[in-house]
């Protein structure tokens, strides 16, 4: 089954989720700079994912597809941050990066499955 809108994709579906959970975990941190820019990034992996996809083009789904996959790398580097900085203990911050990990793992399968045939 082939996909045919941006909605049905797992890629986009973990990012949504993804977003809401880290908006509900960080919402009540006073640090407005910290928590706009890992709020910001987060809803980029999704928003990007939309965006190439309605491009309509394999080239351009898989240039978006690699903005998602690096919002996605700058969440991470925020969750390492937010652990030094004691937003978030190690419990979170294990239960965050797995979470950001499998979105990557996904979205460099997809990026793969983008590639033009040799």
């Known amino acids: 089954m082939a996909i045919k809108c941006f909605e049905d994709m797992i890629a986009w579906q973990k990012a949504q989720d993804f977003a809401v959970v880290i908006y509900k975990d960080f919402k009540n941190n006073n640090d407005w700079d910290f928590k706009n820019q890992i709020c910001r990034a987060c809803i980029s992996i999704s928003n990007n994912l939309a965006e190439g996809f309605d491009r309509g083009t394999n080239p351009e789904f898989r240039r978006f597809s690699y903005i998602a996959l690096a919002s996605n790398s700058e969440v991470k580097s925020m969750l390492y941050l937010a652990l030094r900085l ?15 990990e499998e979105i990557a793992k996904i979205l460099n399968g997809l990026i793969k499955s983008l590639a033009p045939n040799p």
């Open 86 to 100: 004691n937003y978030i203990d190690e419990i979170r911050f294990k239960a965050l990066l797995l979470r950001a």
